[in-house]
T-cell receptor
């Protein structure tokens, strides 16, 4: 099946630093999603991208939909302690009328004070 | 709070047993999705229901089954449990079935299943 390769697997950064993570696929996706998961909770959608080349921001978060439709990037600027969590890229597979999500393996972000 | 509720929060049981996980979608959402999150497999789609009907199946074992009731809540039944079934099970809901533009899926807090 389709797989999303997400990197890096983990990051340890100092508060105030910028963060970049990316996701690649061997298949084309028409939508790219970025989720954040905090301990004891379900994933929460941060940004959705619908068009190749699209650049979308949500506060300090910026994500881009790659031109090839096979990759996406998430940047977090000026990190703060509450940015800690696992960040997942995801893409919806479409089969008929279904829209199940395929997830990357996640990037565990730790922000050091 | 996503508006999706799941019960129970934690479940501890023994191998060979059967359990039922329950999910109530957000008000107005007709689609329910079940996902399994384990350390070795990550987050994986199991099954989707839309307005009471099964719409898609992912990596769901034959020992697992689900249904969506007329009031739109859903249950995931796991039987003949094995140690490897220990995982977080998430339910998500969305407004529509998935045709057209992607509809955001809102995830519940999950049920942590431990099989001893």
């Amino acid at each position: 099946g389709q797989q999303l390769n997400q990197s890096p697997q983990s990051m340890f950064i100092q508060e105030g630093e910028d963060v970049s993570m990316n996701c690649t696929s061997s298949s084309i996706f028409n939508t790219w999603l970025w989720y954040k998961q905090e301990p004891g909770e379900g994933p929460v959608l941060l940004i959705a991208l619908y068009k190749a080349g699209e650049l979308t921001s949500n506060g300090r978060l910026t994500a881009q939909f790659g031109i090839t439709r096979k990759d996406s990037f998430l940047n977090i600027s000026a990190s703060i302690p509450s940015d800690v969590g696992i960040y997942f890229c995801a893409g919806p597979l479409s089969s008929g009328s279904a829209r199940q999500l395929t997830f990357g393996s996640g990037t565990q972000l730790t922000v050091l004070p | 709070d996503s508006g999706v509720t799941q019960t129970p929060k934690h479940l501890i049981t023994a191998t060979g047993q059967r359990v039922t996980l329950r999910c109530s979608p957000r008000s107005g959402d007709l689609s329910v999705y079940w996902y399994q999150q384990s350390l070795d497999q990550g987050l994986q789609f199991l099954i989707q229901y839309y307005n009471g009907e099964e719409r898609a199946k992912g990596n769901i074992l034959e020992r697992f089954s689900a249904q969506q009731f007329p009031d739109l809540h859903s249950e995931l039944n796991l039987s003949s449990l094995e140690l490897g079934d220990s995982a977080l099970y998430f339910c998500a809901s969305s407004v529509a079935s998935g045709t057209g533009r992607f509809n955001e899926q809102f995830f519940g807090p999950g049920t942590r299943l431990t099989v001893l």
